[in-house]
């Protein structure tokens, strides 16, 4: 008989804890008056260079044009924003401050606007929910890595990259995504991953090399831009995606393709719910 008691009694203490308890929210942050910080990181003497770019909330815009590895500016409001640079045997990382408040109240100012140079690197983008603009043309990027949240970013390469990149690797949450000039990267493999969403990959430029892309989405709009002269094979494995297939595709069963003479894309595409178009 005690044991149906038992239950009732460790309810009542439980509850009568609890009433002795307070949950602490964290404050928001107080915005003061902008600052902005002079950003310029130089080029090491490496071959190859590992730069790291870390970013919360806010806009981060990235352009070539930087007579040293990175020249720029950070904007911000709130103190704990300010960047900070750090150098170690891994390379060069550009970091936000230690503000973990997620999401910012709508009057948090944080905007970077950054050069690239032109030396050799790795590059990796590290974000959260933001607005990003990319434009990454004629840089040597050997590697890129971005992964970001809740984003909108659009990024381009609208010149050929001078280095062959090993691999670009895209993984975002539910986000509006659209890149350009995708054949000027010069990468030989391509891993997009994203949550629910819309997304162009555009694969427009000079295509040098065979390159294999693999792409998993979610419930999401997709819309892959393939030239009309570029040798193209496309395999989808979905769940209940409608798939749109513009003029000059070729089907059959799960693939799709376009022949022409040069080096060959080859896409394994993964994707749930949503709409798939091929066009030109």
Known sequence: MNYKIIPIVLILALATLACGFSISLPKAPTPGPDVTDSITVPVPNTATTNLSINFGAGEITLNPGAQKLVEGTATYNVPDLKPEVV????????????????????????????????????????????T?????????????????????????????NPSEMTLFRYETGASNVKMSGLANANFSTMVFNSGAGDYTLDFSGTLKRDATITISSGLSNLILVIPQNVNANVTTESGLANINAGPGWAQNGNQYSQSSSGPMLTFL?????????LTH
């Open 87 to 130: 150098t170690d045997s891994n390379g060069i990382e550009i970091k936000q401050g230690n503000l973990t408040d997620i999401p910012y109240p709508g009057n948090i100012k944080n905007i970077w606007d950054f050069k690239l140079g032109a030396a050799s690197m790795d590059l990796a983008i590290n974000a959260g929910a933001y």
């Open 269 to 277: 595409i993964k994707t749930g719910a949503g709409n798939l178009t």
């Open 132 to 160: 990003g603009t990319y434009e990454l043309g004629g840089l040597s990027l050997t590697n890129l890595t971005i992964k970001d949240g809740a984003s909108k970013v659009t990024l381009s390469f609208s010149q050929a």
